[in-house]
T-cell receptor, first 115, second 110 residues
Framework: NAGVMQNPRHLVRRRGQEARLRCSPM?????VYWYRQLPEEGLKFMVYLQKENIIDESGMPKERFSAEFPKEGPSILRIQQVVRGDSAAYFC?????????????FGPGTRLTVL | GDSVTQMEGPVTLSEEAFLTINCTYTATGYPSLFWYVQYPGEGLQLLLK?????DKGSNKGFEATYRKETTSFHLEKGSVQVSDSAVYFCALSSFNKFYFGSGTKLNVKP
């Protein structure tokens, strides 16, 4: 049973470009979470999605950031017009549909570097 | 709102020393509590969990007990190894949302 998959593992963008980060949850998991980790810091919640629905986006910056989890395919975190401050590790986590305790399983992360 | 506070690091220990990393939480309702570990360049791995008061989670020699009266979930290990060097995150889960502490870096010297 494959774990949570994220790609790319490393992404380099120049200021003003777009970054698209992909996350495939574990098989049977329908809940996806995105987190951002700045260097030497903890994880900050960004968004919680279920298939075709955004459940909680209270941690998403108001501009340039968007997320989706379509019926088919991976979840996508999209950052438009990237700036240097977007450089961070972005982690995706997934949990099962009926998880009583909401244990989350993390992917290896995408490390975004903005030049 | 819900939150987790854990001791700041880094924590530096010699091999075979006793480890305690403090974690306290604030939550409405009845959260589940977790410890995750992050090795350099990797994602977070679940280390242990406890889902109700007085539960003890344990794994790989690490233990933590869910203490409702003190709202704590301290991580302990009796004898650390160099391979335990990593960043440890305390977390709580409440209403489908996770709250993470800021992480504690552990350095174990041979």
């Amino acid at each position: 049973n494959a774990g949570v998959m994220q790609n790319p593992r490393h992404l380099v963008r120049r200021r003003g470009q777009e970054a698209r980060l992909r996350c495939s949850p574990m098989k049977g998991h329908s809940h996806v979470y995105w987190y951002r980790q700045l260097p030497e810091e903890g994880l900050k919640f960004m968004v919680y999605l279920q298939k075709e629905n955004i459940i909680d986006e209270s941690g998403m910056p108001k501009e340039r950031f968007s997320a989706e989890f379509p019926k088919e395919g991976p979840s996508i975190l999209r950052i438009q017009q990237v700036v240097r401050g977007d450089s961070a590790a972005y982690f995706c986590a997934s949990s099962p549909r009926d998880s009583l305790y909401n244990e989350q399983f993390f992917g290896p992360g995408t490390r975004l570097t903005v030049l | 709102g819900d939150s987790v506070t854990q001791m700041e690091g880094p924590v530096t220990l010699s091999e075979e020393a006793f480890l305690t990393i403090n974690c306290t939480y604030t939550a409405t309702g009845y959260p589940s509590l977790f410890w995750y570990v992050q090795y350099p360049g990797e994602g977070l791995q679940l280390l242990l969990k406890a889902t109700k008061a007085d539960d003890k989670g344990s794994n790989k020699g690490f233990e933590a007990t869910y203490r409702k009266e003190t709202t704590s979930f301290h991580l302990e290990k009796g004898s650390v190894q160099v391979s335990d060097s990593a960043v440890y995150f305390c977390a709580l889960s409440s209403f489908n949302k996770f709250y993470f502490g800021s992480g504690t870096k552990l350095n174990v010297k041979p």
